[in-house]
């Protein structure tokens, strides 16, 4: 499904773990790279309150090539850092992240998992009292929310902070860097993931994915809760952070839960989420082979073997197979070395660039009736030209199962799903999908079911909306953000 929907953002913050936070904060992101390849970007905080920032299109492999020795010394007390896939802004590196800035010269840096859905309205209210934004993200808008309250707070940054984001709507998680240490924001439904670790050798991590801990060697503490803010401290004559036996991050509870549902995007456990993250709670991997198992449960096939899409449809794919006791192989082999620097000549078919990326194996399939299980189907041309693919390679029959359900309804919350009348769901019911798609059998996955597979809270604490329409905030309406509103 990749291509098809764009993933968003990842972050990973670190403090107080000595000589090599660079390396921790870029570990942490090349973890997460999934998550973002199109920018990315560290700040780090040195001994003198200064932040230095590094941010560049492309990966943090990229990234770190020529990353300055002055943001690798031992005098770095913190960091924080930023994968981006552009959901709102261009892909000019201008809005790559962190941003950096200096708020009556103290300098302050924001890095932003998430879609504040309010943004527009906000930023045309700020232009029109004369701001001038330098890049086209939403997240700049903190900054200059927080740049408002600056006199009337008496140059109290975290007063400004916490004014600033009780403006915000949406799913936001922030990190930002400022002379004092860092601070950790999310919202408060919990729509994105991001965990609390602990290092080994001393300090703390914050990241969209637990996946970032291992390498980091640092152990899993708790989720930052919906609507909390932590702050870490750096030790007041700023020459090291504090030690990990006496570091507490400071709970603020900006937004006091008060009964407010949450909103964790179930999407983070069907597809995009790395399978060996614990999300929410849950560990993806074991989400994903219930999904397959449930999948089969709901709407088993007769087939001789069962083939996932790689790579996200594996681990739905292996709990289908041993569900119904069947055969899992690999019937398509993909090119890892596809990515995003690849230069189309101009002159590519549409088969030519979705076999680019998976090929059929005809001796896998020849002569079987085989069930594609799949994360979801977005458009459905990619779908389509695959399995075409595999009936010329010889498969009897080609049947399909979704690990969740159709997706009909646009995503305001992170997501970059493609326009709603783009979405073949949208438009058709699942037997014309099967048709269109050339399919001998269809079937996706319930809402229920997917939610059943769900163990660490309530179905109702989950975002279901692009499969439901159930939306848990109103989503922004085009017509009022243009009118724009006062904040
Ligand atoms: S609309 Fe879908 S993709 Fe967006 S947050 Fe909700 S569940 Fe996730």
């Known amino acids: 499904m990749k291509n098809e929907v764009g993933e968003y953002c990842g972050l990973c913050g670190v403090i107080g773990a000595g000589e090599s936070i660079s390396a921790l904060v870029a570990e942490g992101l090349f973890a997460q790279q999934h998550r973002g390849q199109e920018a990315s970007g560290i700040a780090t905080l040195d001994g003198t309150g200064e932040i230095l920032l590094q941010k560049k299109n492309g990966l943090v492999s990229e990234l770190m090539l020529d990353f300055p020795e002055e943001m690798r010394s031992e005098d770095i007390l913190a960091g924080i850092g930023h994968v981006r896939y552009g959901t709102f802004g261009g892909s000019s590196v201008i809005n790559a992240q962190p941003i950096l800035v200096r708020m009556a010269d103290i300098p302050v840096a924001i890095a932003h998992n998430g879609t504040i859905s309010n943004a527009g309205v906000i930023r045309r209210s700020l232009q029109r009292k004369g701001h001038i934004f330098q890049t086209n993200t939403d997240t700049e808008i903190v900054l200059h929310l927080m740049s408002r309250e600056l006199e009337d707070t008496d140059y109290n940054i975290e007063k400004c902070l916490q004014l600033a984001i009780s403006k915000l709507e949406g799913a936001f998680c922030l990190l930002l860097l400022v002379p004092q240490g860092m601070y950790v924001i999310r919202d408060s ?78 999407f983070e456990h069907v597809y995009f989420a790395r399978p060996g993250s614990y999300v929410f709670g849950d560990r993806v991997y074991e989400v994903r082979i219930e999904m397959g198992r449930q999948l089969a449960r709901e709407f088993p096939a007769d087939c ?70 799949e994360d979801s189907i977005v458009r459905g041309t990619t779908s389509k030209a695959r399995i075409k693919a595999l009936r010329e390679a010889g498969a009897l029959e080609v049947h399909m199962r979704i690990s969740c359900p159709p997706h009909r309804h646009a995503c305001y919350f992170g997501i970059d799903f493609p326009e709603e009348t783009s979405l073949i769901a949208n438009k058709y019911s699942v037997d014309e999908i099967r048709d269109i798609l050339n399919l001998d059998s269809l079937g996706y996955m319930s809402v229920d079911g997917m939610l059943s597979c769900i163990s660490a809270h309530p179905p109702e604490n989950y975002c279901t909306a692009c499969f439901t329409g159930d ?6 309406v085009k017509e009022s953000n243009r009118r724009g509103r006062q904040i």
Request: hydrophobic share 40%; net charge neutral; with cysteine.
């Open 189 to 266: 439904m919990g729509f994105r993931p991001l965990s609390l670790g602990k290092i080994a050798g001393g300090g703390w991590i914050v990241a969209s994915e637990t996946i970032a801990f291992p390498v980091t060697d640092a152990e899993y503490v708790r989720e930052i809760v919906p609507g909390e803010m932590l702050f870490f401290p750096i030790n007041g004559d700023k020459s090291c952070c504090e030690p990990v036996s006496s570091i507490s991050g400071r709970e603020l509870q900006l937004f006091p839960e008060s009964g407010k549902r949450h909103a964790h995007c179930i």
């Open 304 to 373: 001789d073997m069962v083939m996932p899409v790689p790579d996200s449809g594996m681990f739905a794919a292996m709990g289908f197979a041993r569900e119904l006791g069947l055969p899992l192989d690999m019937g398509f082999t993909r090119n890892h070395y596809v990515g995003r620097t690849f230069i189309d000549p101009g002159h590519a078919t549409r088969a030519a660039m979705v076999m680019r990326k998976l090929q059929p194996i005809p001796e896998a399939i020849k002569g079987k009736k085989v069930c594609v299980v």
């Open 471 to 476: 939306y848990p905030v109103v989503p922004p």
